[in-house]
């Protein structure tokens, strides 16, 4: 399944758009414009790139247009809060070349270069990005670009931020490459709990188990089963922080094939054994 291109709309013609986030997501997808996400009451995994991270509440993400990316939402009774984050879009041809020529720029240029292996923030910046956020999703006209420069300054001057996707990850979409891993990464995201082989992988991507072994660490930045493990661990994750399920049901439902095993990939991932971890949350 090839990440699929989003429309976004700007209802009153301008080219800044921020609103709240009610949807339950999940969708793999991509469009041109930057996207800043702000998760304010959920927690899930979100995948960006070559990138799959837990996400908790005050999670603030930003990433330049053309990146496929999804958040898969852990639910609660089988429902999400409402308003649980707010999502920004914004195009820089809004802005304009003259505009981002000027040396006061220099900063937000290179904020939108990072953006391109996209950007987390500190749930410290987070907060202080809400304020602005929320105004954005009531204000209008230059109100509207204040409150969306404002954003912009806290993400420049933030001190705490990582990159999400891996140095080896391209972002240009060559459609053959691309439909490649975007259906192994689907095909993972949906069948993490079954037992996946290199051969099966492979044979989504339509190539031998040596070429496809070879193809997904140069694309990827990690070898096949790393990837794989990444993805069933902070699954893992997730499960010893919000249930009470015993550890050993974690490991079968999180796709490990046995209590050992799943001991052995968590220590290697988190540095410390599943109870240990869940008991930092106790």
């Known amino acids: 399944m090839v990440a699929e291109l989003e429309s976004i709309s700007y209802d009153d013609g301008g080219g800044f758009q921020a609103s709240y986030i009610n949807d339950s997501g999940g969708i793999w997808h991509f ?147 691309n439909k490649r891993m975007t259906d192994v990464y689907t095909y993972i995201r949906e069948n993490y709990f079954k037992p996946i082989s290199l051969q099966n992988a492979a044979k989504i991507a339509r190539m031998s188990p040596f070429s496809f072994s070879r193809y997904f660490k140069k694309n990827c930045g990690a070898c096949f089963v790393e990837y794989l493990n990444r993805v069933r661990t902070n699954k893992a994750c997730y499960l010893l922080r919000e249930t009470d399920y015993q550890v050993q049901d974690i490991a079968l439902e999180c796709g490990f094939g046995s209590i050992s095993n799943f001991n052995k990939q968590f220590r290697k991932t988190e540095g410390l054994s599943p109870r240990d971890y869940r008991a930092q949350f106790k």
């Not at 469009?31 to 009451?41: D, G």
């Not at 802005?95 to 290179?110: C, D, P, R, V, W």
């Not at 009531?138 to 140095?167: Q, W």
């Open 31 to 177: 469009h041109p414009e930057y996207e800043l996400v702000l998760n304010i009451k959920s927690n899930g995994t979100r995948i960006i790139g070559d990138s799959v991270e837990l996400f908790d509440e005050y999670d603030m993400v930003l990433i330049a247009g053309n990146i496929p990316h999804s958040w898969n939402y852990y639910k609660q009774d089988n429902q999400l809060p409402e308003k649980h984050g707010i999502m920004m879009h914004f195009r820089t041809s809004s802005l304009g070349e003259a505009f981002l020529s000027q040396h006061e720029m220099s900063s937000l240029n290179q904020l939108l270069s990072d953006t391109e292996r996209g950007i987390a923030f500190s749930a410290e910046d987070a907060r202080k990005a809400e304020k602005f956020l929320v105004q954005m999703t009531n204000d209008r006209s230059m109100d509207k670009m204040i409150d969306f420069f404002n954003v912009l300054n806290i993400m420049i001057k933030a001190e705490k931020k990582s990159f999400l996707c891996s140095e080896n990850y391209k972002m240009a979409f060559d459609e053959k490459g």
